[in-house]
C-alpha cells in the first residue's frame, strides 16, 4: 500500500528557509500527481503546490509563487517542497498527497504532516 513520509519541518524566522521531503513507498509513482498541501490552525486544508510524476510539470498557488519549488526525485522515490522567504502566514502543517491525474486529491493517499513554524 502506498505510504507518504514528511520530514524536513520545523521553526524558523521570518524570511528563512525549510526544505520538506516526502519519501513515497509502496506503489509506482509515474502515474500520480504529487501534492503539497496546508493547514494553518482554525482553517481548511488548502493546495500549496503539485507536480506531475512522470512529466515533471509544476503548478502553485500564488501566495508560494516565486517563494516555494517543488521537485521530485525519481531514484529516490522522494518529493520536495523547497521554500523561501517564508512568512508568519506560512506557517502550518504540510500534507504530503499522492492522487491519480483527474481524481479528487481528497481521496488520494495522505502522510502523517509535518509542522512548520514561521516567527515574526
Known amino acids: 500500500q502506498v505510504q507518504l513520509v514528511e520530514s524536513g519541518g520545523g521553526l524558523v524566522q521570518a524570511g528563512g528557509s525549510l526544505s520538506l521531503s516526502c519519501a513515497a513507498s509502496?506503489?509506482?509513482?509515474?502515474?500520480?500527481?504529487m501534492g503539497w498541501f496546508r493547514q494553518a490552525p482554525g482553517k481548511e486544508r488548502e493546495f500549496v503546490a503539485s507536480?506531475?510524476?512522470?512529466?515533471?510539470?509544476?503548478y502553485y498557488t500564488n501566495p508560494v509563487k516565486g517563494r516555494f519549488t517543488i521537485t521530485r526525485d525519481s531514484a529516490k522515490n522522494t518529493v520536495y517542497l523547497q521554500m523561501t522567504s517564508l512568512k508568519p502566514e506560512d506557517t502550518a502543517v504540510y500534507y504530503c498527497n499522492a492522487a491519480k491525474p483527474n481524481s479528487d486529491p481528497l481521496f488520494g493517499h495522505w502522510g502523517q504532516g509535518t509542522q512548520v513554524t514561521v516567527s515574526s
Open positions: 509502496g506503489g509506482t509513482f509515474n502515474n500520480y500527481i
Open positions: 507536480i506531475n510524476w512522470s512529466e515533471g510539470n509544476t
